[in-house]
């Protein structure tokens, strides 16, 4: 019972902090920031936000630190929202499972196109 409240809390948050920097964010170093996924903590207290950005290096980093500076705001604005008894504490992690799929999926593509040396005999 606890894991589907659990589950179902770091729902509502992802979908909140996702509207929430679509609709009021409005610091330019976010970029294009998308909300991969939330893990709760076993008494709801703490959230773990895992977010990715399409922008690297430096860019990336100050996507973090925007989201740092705003952890007040979208945590107020999400007590205000969602009514828990607390609101949890927010972390924002940078999430690269995209970017390591990616990789997997061009090295795989690679063992199947067949290079340029393929077919030719070696003379």
Same mark, same amino acid.
């Given at each position: 019972?606890?894991? &589907? +409240?659990?589950?179902?809390?770091? /729902?509502? =948050?992802?979908?909140? =902090?996702?509207?929430?920097? $679509?609709?009021?964010?409005?610091?330019? +170093? &976010?970029?294009?920031?998308?909300?991969?996924?939330?893990?709760?903590?076993? /008494?709801?207290?703490? #959230?773990?936000?895992?977010?990715? @950005?399409?922008?690297?290096?430096?860019?990336?980093?100050? #996507? %973090?630190?925007? %989201?740092?500076?705003? +952890? *007040?705001?979208?945590?107020?604005? =999400?007590?205000? @929202?969602? $009514?828990?008894?607390?609101?949890?504490? &927010?972390?924002? &992690?940078? /999430? @690269?499972?995209?970017?390591? *799929?990616? +990789?997997?999926? $061009?090295?795989?593509?690679?063992?199947?196109?067949?290079?340029?040396?393929? *077919?030719? /005999?070696?003379?």
């Amino acid at each position: 019972m606890a894991g &589907l +409240r659990r589950e179902k809390v770091s /729902d509502l =948050i992802q979908q909140e =902090i996702a509207r929430l920097l $679509q609709t009021e964010m409005h610091d330019t +170093r &976010l970029g294009f920031v998308t909300v991969t996924g939330v893990s709760m903590s076993n /008494d709801l207290r703490h #959230a773990r936000v895992f977010v990715s @950005t399409l922008e690297a290096g430096e860019a990336r980093e100050e #996507a %973090l630190a925007a %989201l740092e500076a705003a +952890r *007040g705001f979208l945590r107020k604005r =999400i007590g205000q @929202t969602l $009514q828990l008894r607390y609101t949890p504490e &927010l972390t924002f &992690l940078l /999430d @690269t499972s995209i970017e390591h *799929g990616a +990789r997997i999926e $061009q090295l795989i593509d690679d063992l199947h196109t067949p290079s340029k040396d393929d *077919g030719k /005999d070696k003379e």
